[in-house]
C-alpha cells in the first residue's frame, strides 16, 4: 500500500522528516531539522549514496518521551509503507528520545534539540517554566549533544554536564570541568545559536569555564536565583539494563504467534543458520537488538516486525528505550553481521576497512569483473597479514628485539638472516625508521606468545613503558597477539618469521605440542601469507590432520623424512615459502617429500593420528575474511572521570579529523586492529588509564575477541600513519596548527555582545 507524502521519498542522497498528526505521516521543513517535540512521534529518511549508484537506507522512527500509543502505532506502520515504496531495502530503526544511536544524532550537528508540545498544541513550544523570565537548558553527551529544558533551579545542576541560562536577554553558559576542546567548541556554537535564533542576535553571552572567577561564577548563581559551584552533583544517569549476562550476544529463532516463542542458538553463529521462511532476533550488548525477517517471511509477520520486538523486550524485561534494528535478508548492516563467525562476504562491501585493505592491494592484481575476481579478493585478504594497510615504512629500517624478562635481553644477533620468536615469550622490537617528512621515528612492536605466562607480559609492557619514556613519548606502540602479526611487523622480518614451541627455560630445544618430540621426533608447521618476502610466516602448530587445511601449506617433520603436503587450495607463493622454510629447517642431511592433497602417502596419516575427521569450520582465511570485510569502521570518544571512571561515546558513522580533540583520546575500531589515538594535550587522567581503556573498551562488546586477541596500536597526535589518516576524509597535518583555540573562540564569541 503506497502513501502519497512518501512518493518522492529517497530520491537522492540526504534527510527527509515527517511527523505524525492524525494517523498521517505531514512532511516538515528542513528549516526546524533536528528539533523534536516531545509529545509527537517522527519518521527521518536518511538516504545514502550518490545518484549514478545504488542508493541506500535507514529510516528511523523516534517516539518522544509524551508521545501517544497512537503515534507510535502509525509511526511503526508507516515506517514500513514508507519502506515498502522503497523497494524493502531500508534498515530500520526504532529511536526512543534521550536514548538516540550515535547514527541518528549525528543527523543533527552540533545537537538535537528536545521542544515540549506537539502537534496538539500546534507544535507551539510549551515552556518548563510557562511565564518565568528564565529558562535552564542541560546539554547532555560530549559528541552526540541532545538539548532539554530542565527546571531552572540549583537542584537541576550536575557536575557532567554544560547548562546554558537565559535569563530576559543574558545567556549564561556553565561548562563542565574537564570538558574538551571539541565539546567547548559545540557548546559555544549552540550560544551563538541562541542568540541569534531566540534572540535575533541581540542578546549577551557570558561563558563561565574553569578560567573562570569565583565573581563571574558568582553571577551565573545570581542570575539563576540560587546555589553554588559546590552544590553541583554528580551523574549518576546511565543507559545500561540488565541482562542474563552482560557481555553475552544472545540468537533466537523466533516462532510467531498469540506469543512469540524463543529458540535460542548457541555460538558460534553462522549466516546459513537463517532462513529465508523464519523471524530471527540477536541480542547484543552494544547494539541493542536486531529483528532479522527472511524474504520468505509470511507478509503479514513483516508488518508486525515491531509488536514482536516488543514482545521480546517485554520478555527479557528490558526498558522500551533499548534500540531496536531491523534487517531484512539480502540488506543486512555490517554491525549485524559481525556479531557472526562466518559470514559469505566475497565481493567487498562499501566501508573504511575493506578501502583501506584494497588500497594496498598490488595494482592489477584483481579486475573486480567477476565472481572469480570477488573470490580471489576475500582469499587474499583472508591470508594477508593483519592491519595490512599499517605500514609506516617498508621495513628496511634499524630493529633491535628484546626478550622481556625481569632482566631485558637483548637478541637481535642472528636474527636478520633467520628470525625466531617462540610461543612462551614475550618480545619487544623497536623499530626506528624516517618518517615521510625525513624525521627520526620510532614504533615499538609488544608481541606476546600465545602461551606466554603473566610475568612475562608484565616485564613486556614495563620494557616498552622505559622505550616510551626514554624517547620522551615520541613514539607508536603497537601491541600484537601471536597470530595477528601486521604486515609491517613481518616487513621487518624480511617476511621469513618463524614461531616455534619451547622458551629460553627449556634452552629452545626442538618441542611439540605433545611434549613428545624426544621420543617421535614429529613436529608440523603451518606456512600462509600472500608473498614472499614481505608477509609470509611460519608457526608450528599441534600436531593434527583436523588442523589441516584445503587453502595452505604445511610442513610435517617425522623421524625419517620431512613432507612438503600442499592443499588443493594453497598459492605458489606459499609453496615457493615452504621449500625456503625446509630447506633452513633440514639442511641437506633429511629427505623432503612433497605431497599433493589427496595423495598422502600412509605414513603420514600415521603420525598425525589418521586421517581428519570431517569437520564444519570453513578455512582459516574465510574466517579472517568475514571479519575484516563486514566489520563497520566507528571512532570513539574516551574520557576519564575524576573518580577515575571511564566512559566512552560513539561518534556519528560520518566522523572527521575535526572531531578528534588535541586534548582528548580516541579509539578507531577496525574490528581486527584498534587504534588508541592520544592528543598532544591530554590529561594526567588520561595517561594513567590509557592500559585500562581497551580493556573496558573491548570488556562487554560481546564480539569475539578479547584483551587478549586484539591489535592495540596506540598514536600520538602528529604521528599518524598513512591507514589512520585515509580513514579520514580530506586529513590535513596541519590543522590543529591552523585551528582557532578555545579561547580564541570564546572571545569572539564575546565580542559579539550587544
Excluded at 388 to 404: K, N, Q, V, W
Amino acid at each position: 500500500m503506497e502513501h502519497p507524502a512518501f512518493e518522492e521519498a529517497g530520491q537522492s542522497p540526504g534527510l527527509e522528516i515527517w511527523t505524525i498528526d492524525k494517523f498521517e505521516p505531514v512532511a516538515i521543513e528542513p528549516k526546524v531539522y533536528g528539533k523534536f517535540y516531545n509529545a509527537d512521534s517522527y519518521i527521518v529518511l536518511k538516504t545514502t549514496g550518490d545518484n549514478t549508484s545504488t542508493l541506500s537506507y535507514d529510516v528511523h522512527f523516534w517516539l518522544g518521551s509524551k508521545t501517544t500509543q497512537d503515534k507510535k502505532g502509525s509511526a511503526a506502520i508507516l515506517t514500513i509503507t514508507l519502506d515498502d515504496q522503497l523497494g524493502g531495502r531500508a534498515v530500520h530503526h526504532r529511536e526512543v528520545q534521550g536514548h538516540e544511536t550515535s547514527q541518528f544524532l549525528g543527523y543533527f550537528q552540533p545537537a538535537i534539540r528536545y521542544l515540549e508540545g506537539g502537534s496538539e498544541s500546534g507544535f507551539n513550544e510549551v515552556e518548563t517554566n510557562a511565564g518565568a523570565e528564565k529558562r535552564l537548558l542541560q546539554l547532555s553527551g560530549c559528541e552526540n549533544m541532545r538539548i532539554e529544558e530542565v527546571p531552572a533551579e540549583a537542584s537541576s545542576l550536575t557536575k557532567d554536564h554544560c547548562f546554558i541560562l537565559e535569563v530576559d536577554h543574558d545567556i549564561f553558559v556553565l561548562m563542565p570541568d574537564g570538558a574538551r576542546a571539541t565539546q567547548r567548541r559545540k557548546i559555544i556554537s549552540i550560544a551563538n545559536s541562541l542568540r541569534d535564533d531566540y534572540h535575533n542576535g541581540r542578546a549577551t553571552i557570558e561563558i563561565i569555564d574553569d578560567f573562570s572567577s569565583d565573581e563571574d561564577v558568582g553571577r551565573f548563581f545570581e542570575a539563576l536565583g540560587s546555589g553554588s559551584k559546590e552544590d553541583l552533583i554528580d551523574d549518576d544517569s546511565t543507559q545500561m539494563y540488565t541482562r542474563e549476562n552482560m557481555s553475552a550476544v544472545y540468537f533466537y529463532k523466533v516462532l510467531v504467534g498469540d506469543e512469540i516463542e524463543l529458540v535460542q542458538i548457541n555460538k558460534p553463529f553462522r549466516q546459513r543458520q537463517l532462513t529465508s521462511e523464519d523471524v530471527f532476533i540477536l541480542d547484543t550488548p552494544c547494539s541493542g537488538v536486531y529483528v532479522w525477517l527472511g524474504k520468505d517471511v509470511d507478509p503479514e509477520v513483516k508488518q508486525s516486525y515491531n509488536n514482536i520486538a516488543q514482545q521480546y523486550l517485554e520478555v527479557k524485561n528490558y526498558p522500551a528505550w533499548v534500540p531496536v534494528t531491523r534487517v531484512s535478508e539480502g540488506s543486512e548492516s555490517c554491525t549485524f553481521k559481525q556479531y557472526f563467525h562466518t559470514w559469505d562476504s566475497v565481493k567487498p562491501v562499501t566501508g573504511g576497512s575493506v578501502k583501506s585493505i584494497a588500497a594496498q592491494i598490488e595494482a592489477g592484481l584483481f579486475s573486480g569483473d567477476s565472481d572469480d575476481d570477488g573470490e580471489a579478493f576475500a582469499k587474499f585478504v583472508g591470508k594477508s597479514a593483519s592491519a595490512r594497510g599499517y605500514m609506516p615504512d617498508e621495513g628496511a629500517g634499524e630493529l633491535t628485539i628484546f626478550r622481556a624478562s625481569e632482566e631485558p635481553e637483548d637478541i637481535t644477533e642472528g636474527q636478520a638472516e633467520s628470525p625466531k620468536l617462540y610461543q612462551s615469550e614475550v618480545y619487544v622490537a623497536r623499530y626506528q625508521y624516517k618518517d615521510d617528512n625525513d624525521e627520526d621515528a620510532t614504533v615499538v612492536y609488544l608481541w606476546i606468545g600465545n602461551t606466554a605466562d603473566d610475568e612475562s607480559k608484565e616485564a613486556g609492557f614495563k620494557l616498552v613503558g622505559e622505550i616510551e619514556e626514554e624517547l620522551e613519548g615520541n613514539v607508536t606502540i603497537v601491541k600484537i597477539p601471536q597470530g595477528k602479526e601486521t604486515k609491517h611487523f613481518l616487513s621487518i622480518f624480511k617476511g621469513i618469521l618463524v614461531i616455534l614451541c619451547g622458551s629460553k627455560d627449556e634452552e629452545y630445544k626442538a618441542q611439540n605440542f605433545k611434549k613428545s618430540y624426544d621420543d617421535d621426533g614429529v613436529r608440523l608447521f603451518k606456512v600462509e601469507g600472500t608473498k614472499l618476502g614481505v608477509d609470509m610466516r611460519v608457526t608450528q602448530i599441534e600436531e593434527s590432520a583436523n588442523l589441516l587445511e584445503d587453502d595452505d601449506i604445511f610442513v610435517l617433520e617425522t623421524p625419517s623424512a620431512v613432507y612438503v603436503w600442499s592443499g588443493k587450495g594453497s598459492s605458489e607463493q606459499e609453496q615457493e615459502a615452504a621449500k625456503e622454510f625446509v630447506a633452513s629447517l633440514v639442511g641437506d642431511d633429511r629427505e623432503v617429500i612433497e605431497v599433493n592433497q589427496g595423495d598422502e602417502p600412509e605414513e603420514f596419516w600415521e603420525v598425525l593420528g589418521g586421517p581428519p575427521e570431517g569437520k564444519e569450520l570453513p578455512s582459516g582465511w574465510k574466517v579472517n575474511a568475514n571479519r575484516r570485510v563486514t566489520t563497520p569502521l566507528s571512532l570513539t570518544a574516551v574520557a576519564v572521570r575524576p573518580s577515575g571512571k571511564i566512559k566512552f561515546e560513539e561518534l556519528p558513522p560520518g566522523f572527521t579529523q575535526k572531531d578528534l580533540s588535541d586534548d582528548g583520546a580516541y579509539i578507531l575500531d577496525g574490528g581486527e586492529e584498534l587504534y588508541l589515538w592520544l592528543g598532544k594535550n591530554i590529561s594526567d587522567r588520561l595517561k594513567a588509564a590509557r592500559l585500562r581503556i581497551i580493556g573496558e573498551y573491548i570488556e562487554d562488546d560481546g564480539l569475539e575477541r578479547t584483551v587478549n586477541s586484539a591489535i592495540v596500536v596506540t598514536l600520538k597526535q602528529g604521528k599518524e600513519p598513512a591507514i589512520f589518516k585515509q580513514l579520514f576524509p580530506g586529513w590535513e597535518d596541519d590543522m590543529w596548527d591552523n585551528q582557532a583555540s578555545y579561547e580564541d573562540i570564546k572571545n569572539e564569541t564575546t565580542a559579539a555582545n550587544s
